[in-house]
């Protein structure tokens, strides 16, 4: 029996959309919570081009709760770790996720883990737990060490390369072996260019706000539809090949052709192409983002690259990294430059809500059917939270530094019920790419870079990551060791 899906969007017509929001706005049973209400096209654009500062702003003129008309809409912002807490965990049953203002992503994405609400959530997050067990992770290191071995080794000394787009490549093919068992080599793999349609699909974001409202011919919104047709392509055609042959692996798409819930229901081919689709896409931009970023950070902070690197030598044998020490925090060096990383830069950077009933928080009212968004990012760069947040300071998550963080304060991951189901295996591949990063070469930023950040709907370097590939280098701990020999 399949699992019954969930309910279709009231409507997904741009202008319809539009007009049911300003009345759901003007039909408002209490008040907003104060801010910046009245229409400003260049408050609108300067959130596209640098929500973190407008968000940090608004919060030193107005507290934790606020206001912002964006484009044609009131969106509420709450921010900290009460209002973290608050709408991902104490009252996430009032809040929705599919008609909050990433649901254009359901035109790519289609009714995946990220995308639906309630029930369908519950059961549908149930029947993928076991795809995620921790002897299921464990086992892909081999996948992710093979491919990042491979990756290395064509890397030419002192050549440039851009790190964002080859960790890109990197991850669509470790997602290629991990969700299907598919060499990313074979004709099948390679008639997909996944890498490139995410970044045509994902780019729909990175488009000015009166364009996504368009629909039509040469749009942004018929970019996205035109790259989610070519990657069901694929994604189809091998749930068709392992339906009708009935072959399985240890890959995540045979284990949900075969996955059930509680009641016996499993997944349609359209529930598992979305799942799927929903996977691709969690499962390669965040690790993507997050690597580029660590990398950044280090190439600017060296004293913490050395740390890394002795710790490697210390604790890491010629053969590379086992599982378990990937796994359970051994290193803690490279735990804490994670963790970091995520507070700095959490690719998914906003949590987009709808609320189901008016409510109260921090002394002020939020209406029903309001849009309301909490963001990691720019909670993690509280100063009252994270002292000089700017400051890349791994020490923050030392194991008493961080017991002393408030609930709700780090949510890279988002919380609850609604906490990615997929993070236990992006940092395992972050730490594992990272590890044979560091145990191979070296990388450096040019003088003259500077990092700009886009939103779409994830985090990553607006203009890619170029860095210069160095030899190896040895740590001091290492070089003692050599001495005394």
Request: hydrophobic share 45%; aromatic share 8%; proline share 6%.
């Amino acid at each position: 029996m399949a699992l019954v899906g969930p309910p279709s969007l009231v409507d997904s017509k741009p202008l319809a959309v539009l007009l049911s929001d300003l009345r759901d706005e003007r039909s408002a049973s209490v008040a907003f919570p104060p801010g910046e209400t009245r229409f400003s096209m260049a408050r609108t654009r300067r959130f596209a081009d640098d929500p973190l500062s407008v968000l940090l702003e608004s919060y030193e003129r107005f507290g934790p709760v606020f206001t912002l008309r964006l484009l044609h809409g009131n969106v509420v912002f709450m921010l900290g770790p009460a209002a973290n807490h608050y709408i991902t965990v104490s009252h996430a049953s009032n809040f929705t996720w599919r008609d909050s203002h990433f649901r254009d992503l359901i035109g790519l994405m289609g009714d995946g883990l990220l995308t639906i609400d309630g029930e369908f959530h519950r059961r549908s997050r149930q029947i993928m737990l076991p795809a995620f067990h921790r002897e299921h992770i464990a086992a892909s290191v081999g996948v992710i060490v093979a491919e990042t071995t491979r990756a290395l080794e064509q890397l030419a000394p002192e050549a440039t390369i851009d790190l964002y787009a080859w960790t890109r490549r990197l991850a669509l093919r470790v997602a290629m072996r991990a969700l299907f068992g598919l060499d990313a080599d074979s004709e099948r793999a390679r008639a997909i260019d996944a890498a490139t349609l995410f970044e045509q699909a994902l780019s729909f974001y990175s488009a000015d706000y009166l364009l996504r409202i368009l629909r039509g011919p040469f749009t942004p919104w018929a970019r996205l539809q035109q790259a989610a047709r070519k990657l069901d392509t694929l994604i189809y055609s091998e749930i068709s090949q392992r339906r009708r042959t009935g072959e399985r692996g240890q890959d995540i798409l045979s284990l949900l052709l075969d996955a059930e819930d509680e009641d016996g229901s499993t997944l349609s081919d359209r529930q598992i192409r979305d799942e799927v689709m929903t996977l691709m896409f969690a499962g390669h931009d965040t690790t993507t983002s997050s690597v580029a970023f660590m990398f950044y950070e280090l190439a600017r902070n060296p004293d913490v690259a050395v740390r890394l690197r002795a710790e490697q030598d210390a604790q890491i044998p010629s053969g590379g990294p086992t599982a378990a020490q990937l796994m359970s925090g051994e290193l803690a060096e490279l735990e804490m430059v994670l963790e970091e990383t995520l507070r700095k830069y959490p690719p998914a950077w906003v949590g987009p809500r709808r609320s189901l009933e008016a409510f109260e928080f921090e002394g002020h009212t939020v209406p029903e059917r309001a849009f309301v968004n909490y963001s990691s990012w720019a909670s993690h760069h509280l100063p009252d939270v994270f002292a000089e947040p700017e400051e890349f300071r791994p020490e923050r998550f030392a194991p008493q530094a961080r017991a002393t963080l408030p609930k709700g304060a780090y949510v890279p991951f988002g919380g609850g019920s609604r906490t990615c189901i997929g993070m236990r295996f992006g940092q395992l591949e972050v730490r594992t790419i990272a590890t044979l990063i560091l145990s191979h070469i070296t990388l450096t930023l040019s003088d003259d870079f500077d990092l700009a950040i886009r939103q779409m709907p994830t985090i990553s370097p607006k203009h890619g990551l170029p860095m210069v590939v160095g030899a190896r280098v040895v740590s001091a701990r290492a070089d003692l060791s050599t001495a005394a020999a």
